[in-house]
C-alpha cells in the first residue's frame, strides 16, 4: 500500500507563487511515475503535470511555462512549483503516484490551492 501526503496549498494572489509538496509513504519502492491533478468544482479532474522515475517530465498545456515539476525519486518525493498563478489555477490539487506491476494508482487527499483575482 502507498499513502500520499499534500502540503503547501493556500491563497494567493494573480501573479503570486506556490510550491506544492507530496510526500509517499509506505511500498514506495513501488512507486513509478508521479505527479499533480486538479479538479475545479463542477469540472473533471484532469493532469497538471507528471515525472518517472527517469526524470522525464510532461505537463498540461495550460501549465507549460509557468509550473515546474521536480522530484526527489529516492524518497519519491515530488514538488510542484506554481508561478504566474491565475484565478483560473484555482482548484484542489491531487497528488498521484502509480505503481506499474499492479496498475495501481494512487491519490492524496488533495490541497485547496485559491487564486484570488
Not at 22 to 50: D, H, T
Not at 72 to 95: G, H, I
Request: with cysteine.
Amino acid at each position: 500500500q502507498v499513502q500520499l501526503a499534500e502540503s503547501g496549498g493556500g491563497l494567493v494572489q494573480t501573479g503570486g507563487s506556490l510550491r506544492l509538496s507530496c510526500a509517499a509513504s509506505g511500498s514506495i519502492f513501488s512507486i513509478n511515475n508521479m505527479g499533480w491533478y486538479r479538479q475545479a468544482p463542477g469540472k473533471q479532474r484532469e493532469l497538471v503535470a507528471a515525472i518517472t522515475s527517469g526524470g522525464n517530465t510532461r505537463y498540461a498545456d495550460s501549465a507549460k511555462g509557468r509550473f515546474t515539476i521536480s522530484g526527489d525519486n529516492a524518497r519519491k518525493m515530488v514538488y510542484l512549483q506554481m508561478n504566474s498563478l491565475k484565478p483560473e489555477d484555482t482548484a484542489v490539487y491531487y497528488c498521484w503516484g502509480w505503481v506499474p506491476h499492479s496498475g495501481s494508482a494512487y491519490w492524496g487527499q488533495g490541497t485547496q490551492v485559491t487564486v484570488s483575482s
